[in-house]
């Protein structure tokens, strides 16, 4: 009875089923520790949010670009039993052509640890108003050329870095804060068009230059009959939003050059309108660049923490295989402490990334953390050539997430594929083992003679 008993026991303790369940058990409650892991990455990722918006409310805002807009009063004067009555309607006329030329340097500004992207730019907008007469002439009687305008849009005033020169018809003009028509352009300058005469059919030409400072975004609007804009710059990470992106673009390692054009029939509102009556439709044109790269540090942090799993479980694999294959007998405890360290892993990543760039920061982190396992193999396998092929395991996990992290676009085929190869690779190995007849650690030793 007491021989039976304990070769129960034996039977329990070397059991291959047992160890998997144990094993399969750890790879599940490591998952607890990652997943603070990853709430500390994204607690830093809103901190580091939060550093830039205060950076950007220091410097300037995103900026975006609206007009010019001429504006020019409409006298009616209407008649009814004899009393004569004038009103006036602002009447809102659009460029004819816009170019839009610029240069964009961009600048890293630091709040504590943290990191923003701000820029300087030198923008020449050219182009020319057409006097049009798609207004409704009944009871008109003309335009009340003294109050005529030309506004400006620019989001963020703060940004504007040296005097605007504004020329509009071969005359520099004094330009003023303000527009007038909080509706259609909330914040920016204009200009009184003085005493000029408008004639119907008539082209003016103007030419702004504007010295603008913003952090993150700089848009547009296209306001032109036809909008081109030109942007060139030395960063190397743009990224093109809105509704319309560059007609041509050209990337390389000393910047990009990026050319839109955009034509009245691209977006929805007319070259002309009465008072606001399209003011909505303005931003809903709005494109532009963003000077970001291409992907944050803690966003890559919080992606390299999701193949934890997938870490955790091929290096128990490769615990389990040298138990199996070798006759080794690996404690749970002795898992849990490899598990631990494949954790830390992520933590360094996140905190190193914070000081240095985030390449250097992952090798750092990989050969902390594949250094200390390989070492504590070394007193468990007693075998140099099994710590050997762990640390090539290891390295090569590391190395295949790291790859997989900058291939932002295709990380789903990178990480199915890399599944299929481990799994196809694992089956290879274990193929002549008879399942049902293995046992753990030293199974030479009979448990009838133990008694």
Same mark, same amino acid.
């Given at each position: ?12 303790? !070397? ?10 058990? %750890?790879?599940?409650?490591? %998952?607890? @520790? ?9 607690? *830093? ?61 961009? =600048? ?6 943290? /990191?923003?992207?701000?820029? *300087? ?13 798609? +207004? ?7 335009? /009340?050329?003294?109050?005529?305008? &030309? ?37 920016? +300058? ?18 702004? *230059? ?38 041509? *673009? ?38 532009? &660049? ?15 923490? /999701? ?6 479980? %091929? ?16 404690? @749970?405890?002795?898992?849990? $402490? ?24 992952? %090798? ?18 007693? &075998? ?8 090539? &395991? ?12 900058? $291939? ?5 085929? $990178? ?12 089956? !290879? ?15 030479? =030793?009979? @448990?009838?003679?133990?008694?």
């Amino acid at each position: 009875m007491e021989n039976s008993t304990l070769k129960s026991f034996l039977s329990l303790k !070397y059991s291959v089923t047992l160890k998997l369940l144990i094993i399969g058990f %750890l790879a599940l409650v490591l %998952l607890i @520790p990652n997943a603070f892991i990853v709430s500390i990455i994204e607690e *830093r990722s809103l901190l580091n949010e939060e550093a830039i918006k205060e950076i950007g409310s220091k410097w300037a805002e995103s900026q975006e670009i609206l007009g010019p807009i001429l504006s020019v009063p409409l006298v009616y004067e209407t008649e009814k039993d004899g009393k004569k009555t004038i009103t006036t309607e602002d009447y809102q006329i659009l460029p004819h052509q816009l170019k839009i030329e610029g240069k964009v340097l961009p =600048e890293i500004l630091k709040r504590g640890i943290y /990191k923003g992207v701000v820029y *300087r730019s030198d923008l020449v907008i050219k182009g020319n108003f057409v006097v049009l007469d798609d +207004f409704d002439k009944k009871d008109f009687v003309g335009f /009340k050329t003294p109050e005529a305008k &030309v506004s400006f849009g620019v989001t963020d005033l703060r940004g504007i870095e040296d005097e605007v020169d504004f020329t509009i018809n071969g005359e520099k003009k004094q330009v003023n804060p303000g527009t007038g028509n909080f509706k259609m352009i909330a914040s920016g +300058f204009s200009i009184l068009m003085g005493e000029s005469d408008l004639i119907v059919g008539d082209s003016i030409p103007f030419t702004i *230059r504007l010295k603008l400072k913003g952090s993150k975004n700089l848009s547009f609007i296209p306001t032109g009959k036809t909008t081109d804009v030109h942007i060139q710059s030395p960063w190397t990470a743009p990224k093109f939003d809105g509704k319309f992106l560059p007609n041509n *673009r050209n990337l390389t390692e000393e910047g990009f050059t990026a050319d839109w054009k955009v034509l009245e029939l691209n977006r929805n509102f007319p070259q002309s309108w009465i008072n606001n009556a399209y003011a909505e439709n303005l931003k809903s044109a709005s494109f532009g &660049v963003d000077l970001l790269s291409p992907m944050e540090d803690y966003q890559k942090s919080t992606r390299s923490a /999701k193949y934890a799993l997938m870490t955790i479980g %091929l290096t128990f694999l490769m615990f389990f295989l040298v138990e199996v294959l070798g006759k080794k007998n690996i404690h @749970p405890f002795q898992y849990a $402490m490899v598990g631990f360290a494949i954790c830390l892993f992520y933590i360094l990543l996140v905190s190193i990334s914070e000081q240095v760039s985030f390449n250097i920061a992952y %090798l750092i982190s990989t050969i902390a953390v594949v250094g200390m396992i390989c070492l504590y193999s070394l007193s468990l396998f007693k &075998v140099k050539k099994y710590t050997f092929i762990l640390a090539t &395991v290891l390295l090569g996990s590391f190395g295949f997430l790291f790859v997989t992290l900058q $291939m932002e676009d295709y990380a789903l085929l $990178m990480g199915s594929i890399g599944l299929f190869i481990i799994l196809a690779t694992t089956m !290879y190995i274990t193929r002549n083992i008879d399942w049902n007849r293995m046992s753990l650690g030293k199974s030479d =030793e009979n @448990p009838d003679q133990s008694s």
